[in-house]
Structure formats: C-alpha cells, structure tokens
C-alpha cells in the first residue's frame, strides 16, 4: 500500500440536482483523562495494556489526524466533544461525595475511579444506531443513542449523548433523536459498531431504496449473553432484541438481515463486529470466522444485492482472526472521496508491521476491492481496542440534512487549527493510573471542556456548566 494518497479539496461537496447521500464521519475528541485502565474483559487490547501510561494529547490529536485527513479529501467530517469525566455522579452512586471523592475512591475502589474517568466516549461508532432518511419508514435521519449496559465505565456515556445528540440533530423537519433503549441485558446496545449499511455505488439505486441493512448480535434476550465458558467467557454486547428495535425504523424490512456474530470469535476478541468486518458502499470484507452461519448468511446478502454488491471473505489462512483481533486491519476506515472514483483503505499503523495483514491489503487492491490504502497512527486509541473505524459513527446524509445540524462541528482548517491549538494548551502530554487521583486534573479537565464548548458553538452542555 502507498504511505500517503491525494488530497482533495476541504469542505462540503456540492449540492446536486437530487439529493445526494454522502456518509459524514462524526468522530468525538478524546478526552483530557484519556488512560489505560484494563476495563473491558473481551477487549484484548484494552485488557493487555492495562498501567500502561498514557498520553491523552497525544490520543487527541492522532484522532483530530486522522479528521483533517479525511476532511481534506472532501468527505464531510464533524467534531464532537468528550463526555465529561470524571464522572461525578458514577463516584456519587458508590458513595464518593464531596471534595475527597477522587482520593478516597483511589483508595478504597481504583477500579472504580478508573471506570470513572475513562475517555471511551471517543469511540464515537459505538454512540449510536443511525437510519438514513434515504431508508427510513418516514423519511427522517433517525439516532438511537447506545445504552453500552455492558461495561460499567460506558453505561453513563448515553447521558451526555443524547442531550448532545438531540442537540445537534434538533430540526425536526430532518431529525429524529430517540431516547435509549431501556437500560436491561435484553437490550443491550452499542450502536453502529454492530450495523453495516450497504448501498449501490451509484446513488441513484440508493435513493430508490434499494439499500441494505445488516445488524449483527451478540445473544437473544432469554439465552446466553455471555459467550460459554469454554469458549473464554465473555460478554456479548449486542442483543437480538435491540437489532429488531432498529429493523423496526427502516422502510423496507425485506432489506433487513440479522447476523449473529459467531461465539468463537466473541472468545477470540471481536467484542464488536467492526473487529472482523468492515464495509463501505456496495463493498463488505468479512473474515470467514466471524459469523454463526456464514456460508447461509453471505449467499442470502449477495442474493438481495445481486449485481451490485462486493462481498470479500478474508480466510483463516490468509489473515488468522487473532491476527485480525491484534492489527485490527478489519477495524480499517474505508472511504470514498469525492470525484476520486475509488475506495481507499484507511489501516490503522499496526497492520504494516505484520507481514500477512500488508499482503493481505495489498490483494485487496490488487482485486479492485479497494483502489488505494493508507496507514494512520492511532496508537493512543488503538492500546484500549479502538481502531479508525471505532473513533467515527457514519451517518449518510445528504446535503439538506448536512446543512440542519447545529454548531461549529464541521472540520475545516480554521476549526483544526483551533482545535489543535486548544489540545496543546490543555491535555497534559502523559498521564499515569496515579493521576487520576489529582483533583487538579479534573479541574484542568473542566477548563478545557468549558472551552471546547465556546470553540465548537455548543452552548452549555456539561453538568458543571448549569
Ligand atoms: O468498548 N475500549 C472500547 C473500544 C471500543 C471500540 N469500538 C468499536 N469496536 N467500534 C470498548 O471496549 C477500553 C477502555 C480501557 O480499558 O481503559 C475501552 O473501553
């Protein structure tokens, strides 16, 4: 693969005769108490770099990178702030009140005050479920933000989600923002990391509706969410139940298909489905162990999208899934920018040092799966499992919709510029599990997040701010 591709222009592309629907990446900043806290059991990477230190600035502008990238290509890229952490009102529910809160928790419950300071609201593809107007059942660009019941230092992201969401996405002409679902195993949600929309290249089809929509689950309330003990004994994050609540939202449920992931691959690490599929337009690559049922399932997906959909299956022997799981080369940002006439592999910098993960992207250029690739250095976010394709939520929208969300969030030079600027005024450049004790890191944490609200036009969004 090239090291670098071509740029294109910034912004928005043009308006067309009819609408248009591009996915806008919306990726969320990480925050100023960004760590390695070893939160999340099945989560391989998050679990092997536990204690290690971090560098929040670090984390937070190898994400704002990999934004200008992408913005400079012309593919439409927003910016959203971090959930505020700590989270006070976690520490408040264990009985950590008042002004000693953060070192008596260090004390008496570390796991907890690492739970409570976790940057992991910057894996922005796990923040909701996105239905695009152009195969809504009314029409309407549709957000169901994720409970993410299933890890304790996730479960309250959906508090600062869904007022920012509901924010953003307030014209109801364009938007609807639903409440999460009901906080209960039966539907556990973690948004579009388990939710793959595919469209023929040419928008013409897609506005006919002819798209598909694939949910893939974990567990069926009323079985097991955790994937055997003999297969490791890990969570399943995605539940039938809540797949279903989000078929319910889509125009044509024929082009609905419910996937359930394949227990030995939630054993092997691929705690989402973004770990062992990814997806772009008409153009899916899935690894051959990644689903129950896989032969049926691909042959029934290909029948629906019969002439226009490339479907690639990654074989065992080509790339073992515990190469996939430690590379995370199926976690790769697939793009298509604007009058380039091409799909371009962002990978994250892992797979260029593992031998089978370069051949294998270099073939799928070879076959035309994709035309070109890049490799981006997210090693900040890639330590806790979040790879280029975790950090965005794709929301396909056309140019109307693009133009209704409120706010300063759309990436442009001036908006990176103050934004970097802001990184390095405020994030500090290492951070230990020790430091999340310091009260003044949280107060620094505040400072910085008072600001972020006034750069990206939010008005006053965090708790401290009422
Ligand atoms: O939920 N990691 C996140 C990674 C999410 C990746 N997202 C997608 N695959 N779409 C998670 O497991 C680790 C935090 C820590 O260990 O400190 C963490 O939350």
């Not at 002439?307 to 080509?318: A, S």
Request: proline letters at 7%.
């Amino acid at each position: 693969m090239a090291a670098k591709g071509d740029r294109g222009r910034a912004g928005l592309p043009a308006d067309a005769s009819h609408p248009v629907w591009v996915e806008a990446n919306f990726d969320t900043l990480a925050g100023p108490t960004h760590h390695f806290g070893g939160l999340s059991p099945g989560n391989l990477l998050s679990q092997s770099h536990q204690g290690r230190e971090s560098s929040p600035r670090q984390a937070a502008l190898q994400g704002l990178a990999k934004c200008k990238l992408l913005a400079d290509l012309g593919i439409p890229q927003a910016v959203l702030p971090p959930a505020p952490r700590p989270d006070f009102s976690l520490l408040e529910s264990a009985g950590f009140v008042g002004p000693g809160a953060l070192a008596e928790a260090a004390a008496q419950a570390p796991l907890l005050l690492r739970q409570a300071t976790s940057s992991a609201s910057m894996w922005t593809a796990n923040m909701a479920t996105v239905i695009p107007s152009a195969e809504s059942h009314d029409g309407l660009l549709h957000l169901v933000p994720a409970n993410l019941n299933t890890m304790l230092h996730r479960s309250g992201e959906w508090r600062f989600s869904w007022p920012l969401l509901a924010r953003l996405f307030a014209n109801q002409t364009h938007f609807a923002v639903h409440p999460p679902l009901p906080s209960h195993p039966a539907f556990a949600d973690e948004g579009d990391a388990n939710h793959i929309r595919l469209i023929p290249a040419d928008d013409r089809r897609e506005a006919a509706g002819e798209g598909l929509h694939l949910f893939v689950v974990g567990f069926s309330p009323g079985g097991e969410t955790i994937c055997p003990p003999r297969f490791g004994g890990f969570p399943a994050r995605q539940s039938r139940e809540t797949a279903l609540r989000m078929a319910r939202l889509c125009k044509n449920r024929d082009r609905v298909v419910l996937i359930g992931q394949h227990p030995k691959a939630i054993a092997g690490g691929v705690f989402h489905n973004d770990v062992a599929a990814m997806s772009h337009q008409n153009r899916l690559c899935v690894h051959q162990r990644a689903w129950s049922r896989q032969g049926q399932v691909l042959a029934r997906i290909q029948r629906l999208g019969k002439n226009w959909l490339e479907v690639r299956e990654v074989t065992d022997e080509e790339l073992a899934l515990g190469d996939a799981v430690k590379t995370y080369l199926f976690n790769s940002q697939v793009v298509s920018p604007p009058g380039q006439n091409t799909h371009v592999i962002m990978a994250p910098l892992e797979c260029s040092r593992h031998p089978k993960a370069v051949r294998l992207l270099d073939r799928l250029v070879e076959e035309g799966w994709a035309g070109r690739g890049e490799y981006l250095d997210l090693t900040e976010s890639m330590g806790n499992g979040g790879g280029p394709a975790c950090l965005r939520l794709r929301v396909p929208m056309n140019n109307t919709e693009r133009q209704a969300v409120a706010g300063r969030i759309w990436l442009d030079d001036d908006l990176y510029r103050d934004l970097t600027e802001w990184v390095s005024r405020h994030y500090r450049e290492r951070l230990t599990l020790d430091d999340l004790a310091d009260p003044s890191l949280a107060l620094e944490a505040q400072q910085a997040l008072d600001q972020l609200t006034r750069l990206l036009r939010l008005g006053n969004i965090y708790p401290f701010q009422q």
